[in-house]
């Protein structure tokens, strides 16, 4: 049987659905850590080792997650990506992907270089200089978000609101990146995610939170949304300016009634839009895998 890799340290829910796709597809996917994965360049025909695909790389690999760590680890695991992708293994999404998104900076930025409408905001090492700018925003009467450059879920993010929160201001491993906090129109907290596959957006929820994080983590509660056309455009502009195969786009409209893009997710969950929508998720991604990248299996 053809054999996919799941790469991932916690399978859970979304690991089954992906193996359960796979199978109706007539793939077997095996789940695997980076953190057990080795380049062994002294092996010409095999040199990436990968735990149950000893003798034969995968068909195809389909990454769910990256695992934390040092600087060297971090970059490890997407060398091993890398690898795999230029021995002819489809990644999705592929490591440059996820370079791409997982740096909040780099992807803030890529989204201004084309133009698309995000929340001011700032990157930067020093912390005088960050504090000057908070300082500024709060005297303007603007609130401001500090997020970690790496991070989901809602980790390590705070909410600066006031002169006193400035002594909460910290940097993310000595960077600092500053966003301003984009009311959202309407009462309460809001934003809509919406999953775009191969340049298509198939599905949208607007979540809304119990407090101004709107991570369904959190807490946030799900209802599913007709995709309106400025927002699916919006969507999918951001997924091509980060060149991937799917991604989970967070976008909040502003009291303006304007759309901006909070965040753009290379390994987004889809457990609450799932609980909400009457479309397979799992089964669309996998086929958009299987038809696209291997089209020699498409026989199945």
């Known amino acids: 049987m ?3 890799a799941i790469i991932t340290d ?3 829910w979304h690991g089954k659905q992906l193996c359960l796709a796979f199978a109706e597809r007539g793939y077997a996917a ?20 990968m735990p149950g695909f000893e003798q034969e790389l ?3 690999v389909f990454v769910r997650g990256v695992p934390g760590g040092s600087l060297e680890e971090v970059v490890f695991y997407l060398d091993v990506l890398h690898g795999l992708k ?5 990644v999705y999404n592929d490591a440059g992907a996820i370079e791409r998104s997982v740096d909040k900076g780099m992807t803030s930025f890529l989204l201004q270089h084309v133009g698309l409408p995000t929340a001011l905001t700032w990157v930067l090492r020093d912390r005088d200089a960050a504090l000057v700018i908070a300082e500024q925003q709060l005297r303007e ?11 989901s879920q809602g980790e390590g993010i705070r909410r600066i609101e006031k002169s006193t929160d400035l002594l909460w201001l910290t940097s993310s491993r000595g960077i600092y990146y500053l966003q301003r906090f984009v009311e959202c129109v309407g009462d309460g907290y809001s934003d809509v995610r919406v999953f775009v596959i191969n340049g298509r957006a198939v599905a949208a929820m607007r979540r809304r939170g119990i407090s101004w994080l709107n991570n369904v983590a959190r807490g946030a509660s799900c209802e599913c949304i007709e995709l309106e056309p400025d927002l699916a455009e919006l ?7 980060l060149k991937m195969d799917y991604a989970g786009v967070d976008v909040i409209q502003d009291e303006d009634g304007c759309y901006r893009i909070i965040e753009v997710n290379s390994v987004p969950a889809w457990k609450g839009l799932q ?4 479309i397979n998720i799992a089964e669309y991604l996998v086929a958009d895998l299987l038809d696209r990248y291997c089209v020699q299996d498409k026989i199945c």
Request: proline content about 9%; hydrophobic content about 45%.
């Open 86 to 90: 230029i021995m002819g293994v489809p």
């Open 141 to 151: 009467g603007y609130y401001l978000i500090s997020k970690p450059l790496f991070g």
């Open 275 to 278: 609980s909400v929508c009457d």
């Open 58 to 60: 995968p068909s195809a």
């Open 2 to 4: 053809r054999r996919i």
């Open 235 to 241: 969507a999918i502009a951001a997924v091509n300016a």
């Open 30 to 49: 095996d789940y695997v850590s980076l953190t057990a994965c080795k380049l062994q360049l002294t092996v010409a025909d095999l040199p990436i080792f």
């Open 10 to 12: 916690d399978p859970g």
